[in-house]
Nanobody, 120 residues
Framework: QVQLVESGGGLVQPGGSLRLSCAAS????????MGWYRQAPGKQRELVAR???????NYADSVKGRFTISRDHAKNTVYLQMNSLKPEDTAVYYC??????????????WGQGTQVTVSS
């Protein structure tokens, strides 16, 4: 059983910063990628940022230069540092990870989501 637990969401004023964390736990043989998606009301879920096991990252164009994804391999944790937040960043943010629970299995796992609200 693999679990992803997110933390760090909340209410922030435009221009402010937040840091999201997501820790993977349970039966983990290997982690191939970890990332963040978000879903605003009435919109589809979209990729925000992703980091693969080799360290390569990719970002949505809308967050480039403002958000930074990083990973602590020892803690099986991924972080999303969000700076210069805008009202359009308001959404539920979901952690996603591509994990092998054993040598023979591999799949995508999701966290429960954490609300980020950017408003004055």
């Amino acid at each position: 059983q693999v679990q992803l637990v997110e933390s760090g969401g909340g209410l922030v004023q435009p221009g402010g910063s937040l840091r999201l964390s997501c820790a993977a736990s349970g039966s983990i043989f290997s982690i191939y990628a970890m990332g963040w998606y978000r879903q605003a009301p009435g919109k589809q879920r979209e990729l925000v940022a992703r980091i693969i096991s080799g360290g390569s990252t990719n970002y949505a164009d809308s967050v480039k230069g403002r958000f930074t994804i990083s990973r602590d391999h020892a803690k099986n944790t991924v972080y999303l540092q969000m700076n210069s937040l805008k009202p359009e960043d308001t959404a539920v943010y979901y952690c996603n990870s591509n994990i092998s629970p054993s040598r023979w299995d591999r799949g995508d796992y999701w966290g429960q989501g954490t609300q980020v609200t950017v408003s004055s």
